[in-house]
T-cell receptor
Framework: RKEVEQDPGPFNVPEGATVAFNCTYS??????FFWYRQDCRKEPKLLMS???SGNEDGRFTAQLNRASQYISLLIRDSKLSDSATYLC?????????FGTGTSLTVIP | NAGVMQNPRHLVRRRGQEARLRCSPM?????VYWYRQLPEEGLKFMVY????????ESGMPKERFSAEFPKEGPSILRIQQVVRGDSAAYFC??????????????FGPGTRLTVT
């Protein structure tokens, strides 16, 4: 079983739409979680950390459910520039486990 | 405000040659991670190093691959006798902390290795 699993998509949404991504992790000992975005053939860029209480950064909201071992990312009012692959990450001790990513395309 | 630097950005090697990939972490960061990303796949952890120490190399292939992070200079990922299956993007990330502390990693632009 993979450490981190994501729906690969693709998600194709119109500008202005709200889109949600979910991710599950298998190791209950995982202590920290993050969302990264990766543009085609570029390096992953940190989008936000995910806290137990949930956190928001502008149009982006991240949630963590430890009981169900899943993490979510909500993007409101989608922009064309949001088109990218979104990577869910779980940190377990020294290691960071990346999901394979969810592809998002925002359509004009 | 230099971020994580990697060089070369692109590297072409013939089968059997050696590849050396370099990574300079962000200023103030003493923890370095190497990842490999194959086309259409996620990032796979390879090795975690601090200055002069390999902390976790559980993701490294047992043969042909080695990594170091000397007291002075960049971290080096070395692949000996490359094969076509080594063709991938290799990313380095750095962080200011390590161990069980929650921390964020920042990635370099990657080195794209092509083995012909």
């Amino acid at each position: 079983r993979k450490e981190v699993e994501q729906d690969p998509g693709p998600f194709n949404v119109p500008e202005g739409a709200t889109v949600a991504f979910n991710c599950t992790y298998s190791n209950s000992a995982s202590q920290s979680f993050f969302w990264y975005r990766q543009d085609c053939r570029k390096e992953p860029k940190l989008l936000m950390s995910v806290y137990s209480s949930g956190n928001e950064d502008g149009r982006f909201t991240a949630q963590l459910n430890r009981a169900s071992q899943y993490i979510s990312l909500l993007i409101r009012d989608s922009k064309l520039s949001d088109s990218a692959t979104y990577l869910c990450v779980a940190q377990t001790f020294n290691q960071f486990y990346f999901g394979t990513g969810t592809s998002l395309t925002v359509i004009p | 405000n230099a971020g994580v630097m990697q060089n070369p950005r692109h590297l072409v090697r013939r089968r059997g040659q050696e590849a050396r990939l370099r990574c300079s972490p962000m200023k103030g960061h003493s923890h370095v991670y190497w990842y490999r990303q194959l086309p259409e796949e996620g990032l796979k952890f390879m090795v975690y190093l601090q200055k002069e120490n390999i902390i976790d190399e559980s993701g490294m292939p047992k043969e042909r691959f080695s990594a170091e992070f000397p007291k002075e200079g960049p971290s080096i990922l070395r692949i000996q006798q490359v094969v076509r299956g080594d063709s991938a993007a290799y990313f380095c990330a750095s962080s200011p902390f390590g161990g069980e502390i929650s921390y964020e990693q920042y990635f370099g632009p990657g080195t794209r290795l092509t083995v012909t």
